[in-house]
């Protein structure tokens, strides 16, 4: 199902939309033991090809002042990105608004992708946002300095929240949502690029380039913050809407991400690195495991490597920094310590040699 729509058929499907959540959250337990329910296969294997061997770069940055055109055209290099003669979108992560906090991908980084992708032959470059919090994108996207970066080197911006609309059938089924409407930039980008911060979450764990594609569905239909995919069950949901999305490239802002109650009551946390990938559950493999985490022990993540990417650390060429050298331990909630490295069954960290 494709196409735009007009008013009323909007507001008809968004009305069956909020009916069905309802419907969904009633549900949320059934669906978290489905995800337990390894036999079932709730995909169209037709729709996923087999992940192979991605690359996935891990670059050092030690600030946002060093020069990051120059990384960023390296790291997409290295990971075999192909953008030339192609429209590009730019999805960063824009929550909220606080001046002392590490909440949002950093504009910096994201004029310095613009221009990068420019460098590699991009017939069109835009940044677009959907915040799930905010409901008033022009104070996010203003306060944080992200417009006056833009306006420098000449992009534009979309709000996801307010674009036109089109319905899209969904090739995956872990939530019982069926079809997804997504931004009209979103579904006419050749190439879509997640730009997550490298944060930890009070509710999945850890927020990455997976669930970065929060953003690209409209708060108008979905709620704030995004209600109706919270209600479809979160782990669930984060599946579906990143296979809808499936987006192409991935740079995960490590320079100074969040720890602890994220994703936007967290404190700083200042890791020095970028994370590049072509494929979304390898980039977020590597990039848990260097925030301290277990890829295999974050729901989110090792459901969405049964299809839509390679969730095998050994399958996953690594190039640039050693990921197990370079890694720092995210300080996280206690409800989700049993996802860290070494952690022991149900929680806690296993004890080492007497």
């Keep these: ?121 991009a017939a069109e470059v835009t940044v677009a946002e959907g915040p799930g919090h905010r409901r008033d994108t022009q104070f996010v996207v203003q306060s944080s300095g992200l417009l006056e970066f833009l306006h420098d080197v000449d992009a534009p911006f979309v709000d996801l929240n307010s674009a036109a609309l089109v319905a899209r059938r969904l090739h995956s089924s872990f939530t019982d ?47 704030w913050p995004k209600n109706v995919l919270h209600w479809a069950g979160l782990t669930e949901a984060i599946v579906d809407v990143s296979a809808a999305v499936r987006p192409h490239l991935q740079i995960v802002d490590g320079i100074v991400g969040m720890q602890g109650n994220g994703p936007i009551q967290g404190i700083p946390m200042q890791a020095g690195m970028l994370v590049f990938g072509a494929d979304p559950v390898a980039t977020d493999v590597t990039a848990a495991r260097l925030m301290g985490f277990d890829p295999a022990r974050v729901p989110s993540i090792a459901e969405a490597a049964r299809f839509l990417g390679q969730g095998d650390p050994e399958r996953i060429d690594q190039v640039g920094e050693d990921v197990e050298r370079s890694a720092v331990d995210f300080a996280t909630l206690p409800q989700f310590l049993g996802m860290k490295v070494g952690a022991a069954p149900g929680g806690g960290v296993a004890p080492g040699p007497a």
């Design 177 to 223: 949502l069926n079809e997804l409407w997504l931004p009209q930039p979103i579904v006419d980008a050749d190439i879509v690029v997640s730009m997550p911060k490298m944060k930890t979450h009070h509710w999945a764990g850890v927020t990455l380039s997976l669930k970065n594609c929060f953003g690209c569905v409209p708060g108008r239909v979905y709620g």
């Design 1 to 121: 199902m494709s196409g735009p729509i007009d008013r009323r058929t909007f507001l008809k499907r968004a009305a069956q939309v909020g009916v069905g959540a309802l419907v969904v959250g009633t549900g949320a337990g059934i669906a978290a033991e489905v995800l337990l329910d390894r036999s079932r296969r709730p995909w169209d294997a037709s729709s996923f090809p087999p992940p192979g061997r991605p690359k996935v770069a891990v670059v050092r940055a030690a600030s946002y002042d060093v020069d990051l055109e120059g990384i960023v055209l390296d790291g997409l290099r290295a990971v075999g990105a192909e953008v030339a003669g192609r429209t590009v979108v730019l999805k960063p992560n824009f929550v909220e608004f606080d001046p002392g906090a590490a909440i949002n991908t950093d504009p910096r980084l994201i004029a310095a992708t613009v221009l990068a992708m420019r460098r590699l032959g």
